[in-house]
């Protein structure tokens, strides 16, 4: 007998959650290990990892500077609002540098890039699974886990860093030109300040962010568009669940780093 | 239920495949289709004609039974066996299946399984690859750069074709494959069907929906309905069927009838 009133359904739900969650994450892992294995095995061809890289990479670097650029004059001229006449100026360095570097260059890369990429990857392959294409492509031979899967994870893994770098200088910068006009810090003494806090492994920090960003990312967007079905209303569904799924991924994955690696 | 075939040495063999999705769509179907021979599969739409062609790949995996492939288990016989019966086997899709992205010529070469393109010169590829196409009758200097979208409906269809003899299989599986054309490329490709199946000397599996097509074309036919073998035989004994199922298929009046009778998905 189902069970009835609002204890039972809940119980229900939770149950249908915890198994969805974990067939998902089964599947995550099946999926990352065999693209290992076809790493290993040298499976994947370079030309597909370059093609991927100059779509997943260098077509990036563009949205992903004019966001930087803005991030870093919105924090800069937050910051400064909040410090006035309270907080020497020169502080002003440090928060616009470590922000960036900490936080936003790596985030707000990886949100860009699960808009761009991320969604873009689970169409693709969403719809080359509903129209048969991955049919077709097993029917005569060829694994889409090398073919298809394992070239973005890579060309995603080797941009993602490059990336963030490139925000962050990027954001940096902006800041403090931002800084300069709108509360007369100069560079030098934006540079003093930031020198006065900053830690190399800040940007060691960063980049192993990116680097799990850059893993995350392209695994959950293949692993949504190959289980992708129900023709075009099923590709729509699949990219929508996929884009909320990294978002919230990348999001977890930032407020797990700070007790993990900072401390 | 009816056997088809003796099932020794068959070219392909179902053994008693289940296959339920939310519900059944294959209930125990036992079928064989001999070397060399043509071979269509009848039935009403949703019946599992075409996910029993996809368990002969392992492109959908039965709940129940095996497959066996020029005498290899699809199923138990490992990796290196199922790799050996793509090789061996062209599949056809309905919609052609091509790959957005790449050009004919790309979309066709995919089709020659890895090993022998490692084996053969750049030359000996392009020259595969335009025979294919001349094979189902495209002018490769008229298309091989060209994207699928900027082909028609039935050069598509053609180039899916192309891209499933490349390999020179041993088998081709055609699903529905003049499904969406006109009656002059139905008969184009049909026409092609038993072209290619006699040049090429391979077994062909055919399912469709043209029956008087399939009819003609080929050597046995079968009728799946509900999940089940409901006819297997002759064509000239299809034709000849007392049961209004199949009689259905074949006869508009008897069709109209059984619509108030039989429950056809």
Redesign the interface.
């Given at each position: 007998m189902a069970p009835s009133g609002f204890v039972g359904r809940f119980f229900i739900a939770v149950e249908r959650w915890s198994s969805s969650v974990a067939e998902h994450a089964g599947q995550l892992g099946l999926l990352a290990w065999n693209i290992g294995v076809a790493c290993v095995r040298l499976r994947v061809s370079k030309r597909d990892i370059l093609r991927q890289l100059h779509i997943i990479g260098i077509q990036s670097v563009m949205i992903v500077l004019i966001a930087a650029a803005l991030i870093g004059v919105v924090t800069s001229q937050q910051g400064g609002y909040q410090m006035q006449s309270q907080i020497p100026l020169y502080v002003m360095g440090s928060v616009v540098v470590e922000s960036v570097v900490l936080e936003m260059g790596p985030v707000l890369t990886a949100i860009v890039m699960v808009g761009r990429v991320g969604a873009r990857i689970t169409a693709e392959l969403g719809t080359m699974k509903v129209s048969e294409q991955i049919d077709a492509l097993v029917s005569v031979g060829r694994d889409p886990i090398e073919v298809l899967a394992a070239p973005r994870v890579i060309a995603m893994i080797i941009s993602m860093p490059l990336l963030v770098a490139m925000a962050n200088l990027m954001g940096i910068t902006t800041g403090m030109i931002s800084a300069q006009y709108t509360l007369g810090l100069g560079s030098e003494t934006f540079f003093y300040g930031a020198r006065l806090f900053w830690h190399s492994y800040d940007l060691l920090y960063s980049l192993m962010k990116a680097l799990v960003f850059g893993v995350s990312i392209p695994l959950i967007a293949v692993h949504m568009g190959l289980r992708t079905s129900g023709g075009a209303e099923g590709v729509g569904r699949s990219t929508t669940q996929s884009v909320v799924f990294m978002t919230l991924t990348i999001l977890v994955i930032d407020a797990l780093f700070p007790p993990l690696f900072l401390n | 239920m009816s056997v088809a075939g003796n099932g020794s040495g068959a070219a392909i063999e179902y053994r008693n495949v289940f296959k339920a999705f939310d519900l059944p769509v294959l209930s125990g179907v036992t079928l064989s289709v001999e070397p060399g021979e043509m071979f269509a599969l009848f039935g009403p739409s949703g019946t599992g004609k075409s996910v029993l062609l996809?368990t002969t790949?392992?492109?959908v995996t039965p709940d129940r039974g095996d497959v066996i492939v020029g005498g290899e288990s699809v199923y138990f016989g490992g990796r290196d066996a199922l790799?050996r019966i793509?090789?061996m086997?062209?599949?056809v899709?309905?919609?052609a299946?091509?790959?957005?992205s790449l050009t004919v010529f790309e979309n066709v070469e995919?089709?020659i399984?890895?090993e022998s393109l490692k084996r053969m010169r750049a030359n000996e590829v392009a020259h595969r690859v335009s025979e294919s196409l001349e094979l189902v009758n495209l002018d490769p200097s008229q298309v091989l750069g060209k994207l699928p979208s900027e082909l028609s409906g039935g050069m598509k269809k053609r180039v899916?074709i192309a891209?499933?003899i490349a390999?020179r299989p041993e088998i081709l599986l055609w699903d529905e494959p003049t499904t969406g054309l006109d009656p002059v490329n139905t008969a184009a490709i049909e026409r092609l069907i038993t072209q290619l199946s006699d040049e090429l000397k391979v077994t062909s599996l055919l399912v469709t929906h043209d029956i008087e097509g399939g009819l003609e074309m080929c050597d046995r036919v079968a009728m799946l309905e509900g999940g089940r073998l409901r006819f297997c035989g002759l064509p000239e004994d299809f034709r000849a069927s007392k049961d209004p199922v199949v009689n259905a298929f074949t006869d508009r009046k008897a069709a109209t009838a059984a619509l108030d009778t039989l429950e056809i998905t």
């Open positions: - | 996809k790949i392992a492109l790799e793509r090789r086997v062209g599949f899709f309905q919609y299946a091509l790959f957005d995919i089709g399984p890895e899916g891209r499933a390999g």
